[in-house]
């Protein structure tokens, strides 16, 4: 997801407790900057302020965080000369999106430990499905000899 130009997470949305990694490519990556640094805190008050190091790739400078449960990410970014990107003194702020947790077993047995379980259980049940709809729609052809191997040029 773009957020803003040269500013991209790896997920739609920014959810509490969850990791997110934030991929740079704007004036430092062009200047090519030895260091760049991530200086990130949550809230109105900049709570739990931290700066990270980012990692140069081809794709850009990347970094990894974990999202707290606030109401915002605030965050701008500075170099090894201490030039700041800061979004012309507004700072990046983005907004976290609480997650229902109504739909949560929170006791019993099956309890999940965090929404995030919630995530990994629906995606593997995606894919089960997706799995036996490819097994169904696949044996008739082979049982009748219809089914021909596609060749790769």
Known sequence: ??????????TDRLTPFSKVKIFYTGKFFSDDSQKVF?????????????DTEMVRTELGYQAEVDIIDSTTFNFCF??????????????YIFKIENTDL?????DGEYALISP???TKFYLWKKKF???????ISF???????????KIKA
């Open 1 to 10: 997801m773009e957020l803003v130009k040269n500013i991209f997470f790896n």
């Open 38 to 50: 991530f200086h990130y805190g949550f809230g109105e008050n900049w709570d739990n302020v931290q």
């Open 78 to 91: 500075f170099n090894d000369k201490y030039e700041w990107d800061n979004n012309n003194l507004e700072n």
């Open 102 to 106: 109504s739909l949560i077993s929170l």
């Open 116 to 118: 995030r379980q919630l």
């Open 129 to 135: 499905k997706l799995n036996i709809y490819k097994a």
């Open 139 to 149: 044996l008739p052809k082979l049982i009748s000899g219809k089914y021909k191997r």
